[in-house]
């Protein structure tokens, strides 16, 4: 879709861990810091990540660890490609996945915003899923920048 | 206030119990935050559960599922919770789901003029 040039790419293996969610927040933000963006924005990027590196942990490795591939890329415009990827269980239905407040958790108090919150905080939300064989999650960020009065 | 093991810091005084949670809300630290919240709403039975948040420096979606488990909690024994002071992370996480029609939230700031 976006044939962009990479200025700079990161990847990080992590398993699926909940101690971990706080690791993959810290270090997406910290490699798109880079990009000077504004400190609300920022919160966006941990928030999102948080979200998604917490879908691979409660649903796609529900009863089992798990690696989480994320993989974060800058691009020439300066704007954030984020992709969080897992080999777990896959999505069977990912329409009804993203509508707000449905979880396939209820009993362990999960709100079903997951998707809600990374289609509202980024710009842009992909997700891709097959049974059995996992789901990608990509989402795409332009920062403004600080604000500068 | 008194220190919490599960991470938090709470008062109890005229039927409310005020509960004070630093740091970050996430998947992980969720669970002990449930419980260990749980556990003083069980041994004080407060008729107001008051979520001071104004220390919260991240949240995401699991902390909308902490506030409304203890809200279901809450009205399950006949009381009420408010959010009290939620940092901008909290509010804006709490603004993209509604929660506003359902949980009060209170900002000290406004309500005292003389400061």
Redesign the interface.
Known sequence: MNKKNIKNEMKLTLPSL??N??MA?AAAAAFCSQLDPAA?EL?DI??AV??AV?NC??HAYRDTVGQIYMNIKILEDNSVRIEIKDRGCGIPDVGAARQ?LYTTDPG???????F??ME?FMDKLRVTSRCGRGTTVIMYKKFCGRDNT | MIKSKSGFEYEYYDDVLRVKVGGEIDHHSAAGLRSGIDGVIFEFRPKRLELDLSSVNFMDSSGLGLIMGRYSLMREQGGEVVVVDPAPMVEKVMNLAGMKRIINVVKTEEADEDE
């Open positions: 909940s101690v969610e706080g927040r609300s919160a941990k928030c948080s979200e917490t942990i409660v707000p362990g108090e999960r709100s079903g915003m997951g809600t919150v509202s």
